[in-house]
DNA sequence: AAACAGATGCAACTTTGTTGCAAAATAAAT
DNA sequence: ATTTATTTTGCAACAAAGTTGCATCTGTTT
């Protein structure tokens, strides 16, 4: 685990510090996303909060996450598949966000369907939010 | 115009006033999707940040506009057709977000497609937005 | 181990959004 | 047309979210 950290920062030329190696293991260690406030909470306010701001905008430029829109525009965060590189991003899935439960995942397999743009639109990402019920609050 | 905004007020039995006017103009003056900054500004900073606040929240209650979630987590509005209503919208088209022009319309022509979700999961709603060059800016 | 580059924490600030309340504007009733 | 009741507005104060500059500290390189 430590290793497998040590090595996505290595990959991007990044110094291994306190905060990223957290954080990266805040994402490793649940398979949802996350928002600004959740890791603060979840590293125990350890590290400032001009830090976390700042270690996610990180992330975000060498592709390690992606950012989520969501329907409440809260701002999420989620690990991005090896695809991924500086700059171009392929989380081309789908973003699936429970109502009841409140969790945003990433639906890997479910890839963002070709959408059929009026002429001389062209474009260059497809971002899809899907609202519902996850598998656990379904069976209710 | 005017009677067209008294009639949407009264529609939705808002009383009408001076901002209320002024914003349904704004909206109808123009095709895209407006932010809260861009109304503030776009009003002359005649009304309040306050009002302008509470006046796009009673539209969107009342189904008048609709909030479109961004890439970048900016917070839009735009007016909803005449087939919503209070509660629930149908605004289930497609967001179109300008990369060069930063304009974004909505693409009532081009309907959500339907996703395949994995077992268990269902879904209330759902939103795409693509980002790309839009049609004037495409032409460069 | 020293020197350098980069990351952190702090303070201050900006922007964005919310709440309570008194004053003003709108709608309804006489 | 004037009064009354109801909404809406603006103000002030606040809370939350995000940014910037700078001095200090930590990680990396030689």
Known sequence: MQEAIQDILKKNQLSITGSRVKILELFLDQPGALAHGDIERRTGEKFDRVTVYRT????????????I??????????????????GHHHDNHVHFVCDKCGNTVCLDEVTVPVIRLPRGYKSSQIQVVVNGKCKACSRD
């Open 56 to 67: 996610l905008q990180v992330f975000l430029s060498k592709g390690i996450i992606h950012s």
């Open 69 to 86: 829109p969501t329907a409440d525009n809260s701002v999420l965060y989620a690990l991005c598949k090896d695809e991924c590189g500086e």
